[in-house]
């Protein structure tokens, strides 16, 4: 871990330190929210940008980097795009209907899911806008780390919805073992009626809520604090690496310093090509060393007074003079852009091995031969990230869902909507047959099916459901042929020929045992015989 000279207290740290040691910071929030911003500038590419509020200067020598050093080579927006655009890969549609080819479910509820909770969860992406919520909520977890969703009772609007709450805002979390949230806070600024900045928080438990204004408890209309009404902490926290801690890791997590290293060499490179553009040429003479193209006068351009009409401006090219008996020498440095441009693709290799999904578009793009079913196949690196990452996400959402549900039915068979003159259309009796209790029992349960990272075309899937069928077929001939008796052969080796049969009816009449098939002398290969 990098210990920060006090002077440079105030720069970006890396999410990089282990949970534990956030506990020895007197101010652990403040810490994480710089961590959060620190990402958030990675996701936009304005990392090492000089604006207002950054010290880029302390975190570069807290951190041994190059000081001209810019974001060259930065890989952060492609992975949490990536994972924004694969987690729930589609649309959601609101009905039964046949998506046209080519277009997929972004959450495929499971097939046996009750008829009436199906429905009601699709009410849910509708008044939610969920179409691009979870496209949100995966790129808020894909660059932080882990993300805060809310679900929101509004009575004055007699509908539900989901709050995404960047991560810089959360001031704490607890979790059960199970990852379920127990009790959360959120702090942010907000803006009053009167336009005036204040700053909000809020603590949620599964008993109370309370609300604060400028650090003071605050009444917004139902108390400073006042009961949770639900039984249950409406929101879900997700963790996109799940490092066995409360905070997640973020997509490029591990690896800020690669790509940190990677970007101050490659600005070192790029100087040092501007300079040998150009490199100041020493002319030997009898003067000292100054410059030989002496500024133009007040009416003069430079152009005008040396260069005319060939339109390059003193500062483009520095020539200075020297003492006698010298040469023309040019003073670039002796960097071999060579080796700097080989060390420099070996740094973005090594990236790129810590990240395949950088590179897996390319590489399917060079397959021109290759099916749906082997492509999956070879780049199961690739799946193995997402379908983790994915079971988080997954998780979280079935949760949320219920959650909203129970919240639904119970508003609406309480009768708080109408009493707060909503009117009742057939979108909130999608919720009728729900209430809280049927989030505690259990009665809400479903589950999110699994996504192709590679979806199969149509001719694939038919192909696919073909050797599916055979293979069915197959295993039940097998089956069969191993329980079906030998044709040619009865019971413990009686000959079930016809002939023998008939010999065997006889012998039967007689009081005799069946007898066995008679040996084939011909084929007697005893040479006593």
């Known amino acids: 871990m990098v210990t920060v000279p006090a002077t440079l207290s105030n720069v970006f740290y890396r999410p990089e330190s282990s949970p534990e040691d956030h506990s020895s910071f007197q101010n652990a929030f403040g810490k994480r929210q710089q961590e959060y911003r620190l990402l958030w500038h990675y996701y936009q590419n304005s990392v090492f940008r000089r604006v207002r509020e950054t010290n880029w200067y302390g975190y570069k020598r807290a951190y041994g980097l190059y000081r001209s050093t810019r974001s060259v080579y930065n890989p952060t927006r492609r992975l949490a795009d990536f994972y924004a655009g694969k987690i729930y890969p589609g649309v959601l549609p609101l009905s039964d209907d046949k998506l046209p080819p080519g277009i997929s479910v972004a959450i495929p509820l499971n097939e046996g899911i009750d008829t009436n909770l199906r429905k009601a969860i699709r009410q849910l992406w509708q008044w939610t806008n969920w179409q691009d919520g979870k496209t949100l909520m995966v790129r808020f977890g894909a660059v932080a780390g882990d993300v805060l969703v809310e679900v929101i009772d509004d009575i004055d609007r007699g509908k539900i919805f989901f709050n995404i709450v960047w991560s810089a805002w959360v001031r704490n979390v607890v979790l059960d073992i199970a990852g379920n949230v127990r009790e959360y806070a959120v702090e942010y600024p907000a803006t009053d009626i009167d336009g005036k900045q204040y700053l909000y928080k809020k603590i949620v438990s599964k008993n109370t809520i309370e609300e604060f204004k400028n650090g003071i408890a605050f009444d917004y209309g139902q108390g400073t604090i006042y009961p ?37 060499l490659a600005s070192h490179v790029h100087d040092q090509i501007h300079r040998a553009i150009a490199a100041p040429i020493v002319l030997w003479t009898e003067s000292n060393i100054t410059d030989a193209l002496p500024a133009p006068k007040a009416d003069q351009t430079a152009s005008d007074y040396a260069f005319e009409g060939d339109g390059i401006d003193r500062d483009d090219l520095l020539i200075l003079k020297g003492l006698p008996g010298g040469s023309v020498d040019s003073l670039i440095g002796g960097l071999d852009l060579g080796d700097a441009l080989l060390q420099l693709k070996e740094l973005k290799t090594e990236v790129e091995e810590d990240f395949p999904e950088l590179i897996m578009y390319r590489e399917l793009r060079g397959m021109t031969q290759v099916t749906g079913p082997a492509a999956q196949r070879l780049v199961g690196d690739v799946e193995n990230n997402v379908v983790s990452a994915a079971a988080g996400y997954d998780q979280a959402t079935i949760k949320l869902f219920q959650m909203a549900v129970a919240i639904a039915g119970w508003r609406l068979a309480e009768g708080v909507w109408a009493e707060n003159g909503i009117e009742i259309t057939p979108q909130h009796e999608m919720f009728r047959d729900f209430n809280l209790d049927s989030y505690k029992k259990g009665d809400l349960d479903f589950w999110i099916e699994p996504r192709p990272l590679i979806p199969l075309s149509e001719s694939e899937k038919l192909e696919g459901e073909m050797a599916r069928v055979n293979l069915e077929l197959m295993e039940l001939k097998l089956k069969q042929a191993k329980e079906a008796p030998n044709p040619m052969m009865g019971t413990a080796g009686v000959d079930a020929t016809p002939q023998a049969t008939a010999f065997n009816a006889q012998q039967q009449q007689d009081g005799k045992a069946p007898a066995e098939k008679p040996k084939d002398e011909s084929k007697n290969t005893n040479p006593g015989g």
């Open 228 to 264: 949770n009404p639900y039984g249950f902490v409406p929101a879900a926290w997700i963790r996109h690496r799940n490092l066995g801690t409360v905070w997640g890791g973020s997509v490029i997590y591990g690896a800020i310093e690669k790509i940190d290293e990677l970007n101050a």
